[in-house]
């Protein structure tokens, strides 16, 4: 591992969602174009799901973005790059109007399905991420299309270039991917929602406490629609089109928090954890809730198990979103706070963290080893505050320490220099220990970055 968080070009992006099943994808879309200018984003499609099998609403994506044309201009005061408003329609396509695997095969084609092409054959060496916020039989459709019309070669190197990370299973397409092709780059919480599998989904994490989650721990109150009023609604023209919850807020939003450059996580490990989430690699053992028995290993669930605002420990694979919930809250906050001011100084921005270090250590078992943010900054001028904690889901270093002790204690925790032993007196497996550094500042709403230091014990 040379590099541990390396500074990306921008992601390629392409987004299928089921919009006006429920409100929550327009929720989503709403808060991913405040982040658009992180990603080149090649695709907005209208698809179907379980939820909405015979329709597809592409307007109401037109209707969004439109709203972001709005605020464009504002959003460009606080940082460069966010895409054309004209560039985000002529990418609005939709799929076919019916379910699943009906929409795969032969002159199944759709609009959706030949955007999604001519993306996976552009000649461009980054990956292509596939959000599926609903059904994505449009992929399956893409998929089979190419198969039919490239050799075995080609498609393995077509296929290398997907990333896909989907909310559940949501038509029957799913589960046909990935059997169909084994090395497809997948994430998911496997399994239909007739079957109960949303109440078993890392994404319900983002705020499904009293709906599909049914967990506790976190802070509902950052979620629920009085919260939204006030934060995000009563904010111009995009907070306008943000829908208040009926079920859950935004259950589609961990697709691309996952993606957000914010120092957290890298796309490429979805087991070190993200605002998104954390998923493990490994061949789901079958459950009543899904559609087929799987019949191979990706991406899914995986348990953190953390402090919660209640003063309790909880132990989830929800618990991978909820522990970010306030951070990544607070950011939305202050996106949709850049969509109506004019001036630079008039909105929080997020602190700069750097590391008087390299991201990656050696040491060996009872080394003392030192962590510095030296040249940490903030744009705005504002106070900062510093925490270093341990996150041993992450790693590949294990002890025998009780579950809910902590193996590994950071000295000066809470300052810009800290420090910690790597432990010598417990039954240890030798590998990688995972330490983050949050740094917020001190601003309205206080904003939260991350750097990310390995340390390999050898």
Not at 325 to 333: H, L, T
């Amino acid at each position: 591992m040379s590099n541990l968080i390396k500074e990306p070009s921008k992601l390629r992006v392409f987004v299928l969602t089921d919009i006006e099943n429920e409100p929550d994808d327009a929720m989503s879309l709403v808060r991913f174009l405040t982040y658009s200018n992180q990603w080149d984003i090649e695709g907005l499609v209208a698809t179907t799901s379980i939820h909405l099998k015979d329709k597809t609403a592409p307007w109401r994506i037109r209707e969004i973005v439109q709203a972001y044309g709005k605020v464009r201009d504002h959003l460009l005061i606080h940082e460069p790059g966010f895409p054309k408003t004209e560039d985000l329609l002529s990418i609005i396509k939709e799929g076919l109007p019916v379910y699943g695997m009906e929409g795969v095969g032969q002159g199944k084609d759709s609009p959706g399905s030949r955007l999604l092409i001519k993306a996976i054959t552009k000649d461009d060496p980054r990956p292509l991420w596939v959000l599926a916020w609903g059904g994505p039989n449009v992929l399956a459709q893409a998929l089979w299309q190419l198969r039919s019309s490239h050799s075995l070669e080609s498609l393995q190197k077509l296929i290398a270039k997907l990333r896909v990370y989907t909310i559940s299973d949501q038509d029957d397409s799913a589960p046909w991917m990935r059997k169909t092709f084994p090395d497809l780059h997948y994430i998911a919480s496997p399994g239909f929602h007739a079957g109960g599998a949303y109440h078993y989904s890392t994404w319900t994490g983002i705020s499904g406490d009293h709906f599909h989650g049914r967990f506790t721990g976190a802070d509902f109150s950052l979620v629920d629609n009085p919260w939204l009023e006030k934060h995000i609604q009563s904010k111009g023209p995009l907070g306008a089109v943000y829908p208040s919850s009926k079920f859950l807020m935004e259950g589609d939003t961990p697709t691309f928090l996952y993606l957000i450059n914010n120092g957290l996580g890298d796309p490429e490990h979805p087991e070190w954890g993200s605002w998104g989430g954390r998923y493990e690699y490994y061949q789901p053992p079958s459950q009543k809730h899904f559609l087929e028995a799987e019949t191979r290993p990706f991406y899914s669930n995986a348990c953190d198990e953390v402090l919660g605002s209640d003063g309790h420990w909880h132990t989830s694979n929800k618990a991978t979103i909820w522990r970010w919930r306030e951070a990544y809250q607070n950011d939305f906050c202050a996106r949709m706070d850049w969509t109506v001011t004019t001036r630079y100084e008039d909105a929080n921005h997020p602190p700069v963290p750097k590391l008087g270090h390299a991201n990656v250590l050696h040491a060996k078992l009872g080394d003392r080893i030192e962590l510095s943010a030296e040249g940490s900054y903030d744009p705005d001028g504002d106070a900062l505050h510093y925490e270093w904690f341990y996150y041993p889901e992450a790693g590949s270093f294990s002890t025998s320490a009780a579950t809910t002790g902590n193996p590994i204690e950071i000295h000066r925790h809470t300052e810009k220099e800290a420090w910690f032993t790597v432990p010598t007196d417990r039954v240890f497996r030798l590998g990688t220990i995972h330490i983050i550094l949050a740094l917020t500042d001190d601003g309205t709403p206080a904003l939260t970055r991350y750097q990310r230091v390995s340390v390999e014990v050898e």
